[in-house]
Each structure stands twice: as C-alpha cells, then as structure tokens.
C-alpha cells in the first residue's frame, strides 16, 4: 500500500484484489451505456496495481472520451485511452 502524510494524518491507499476490482468497476459503471464489446474482466484482470481512486479516474475518463465524440455508448478503445 502506498502511504502519504498530510498534517499529521497518514493516508493509505490500498491494492484492492481481483474481486474488489471487479465489484468497483461493476458500481462505477452500473449507470454507464457500455458497449456489448466491452468485458470489464478483461481490465479487473490485468495486473496493473491500481487503487478504487484510480480505478473511479480511468471509468470517468472513458465516459468523457465517448462524450468528446459525440457517443452515448462507451466503447473498449474509450477505456484503453483512459488508461494511457
């Protein structure tokens, strides 16, 4: 886990596991129009380390990606560049 201080506080960010990942991106996507050819176990399995918040990022950014061309449906290559 990474840790921060702020002030006198220390921040930890955990690593959530494969069935966390999972269940983060199945609520930050459940309102989302996602594409048929998009399978969320292909991003929950990658071996990535990537904390809730950054994971919460990566979901935001496609959204904004399909909406910067005019899309209502977020397409596999709208979270490819989210993660880059």
């Known amino acids: 886990s990474t840790q921060s201080t702020w ?3 220390k921040i930890e960010f955990f690593q959530p596991d494969r069935r966390q990942k999972r269940l983060i991106f199945q609520v930050l996507t459940g309102k989302m129009n996602l594409s048929e050819d998009l399978d969320l176990e ?3 399995s990658r071996p990535d ?3 809730g918040a950054e994971i919460h990022a990566i979901v935001q950014e496609a959204g904004m990606n399909a909406v910067r061309k005019n899309r209502y449906v977020i397409l596999p290559a709208d979270f490819d560049k989210a993660k880059k």
């Open 49 to 51: 380390k990537v904390s």
């Open 42 to 44: 292909d991003y929950v």
């Open 7 to 9: 002030g006198d506080r």
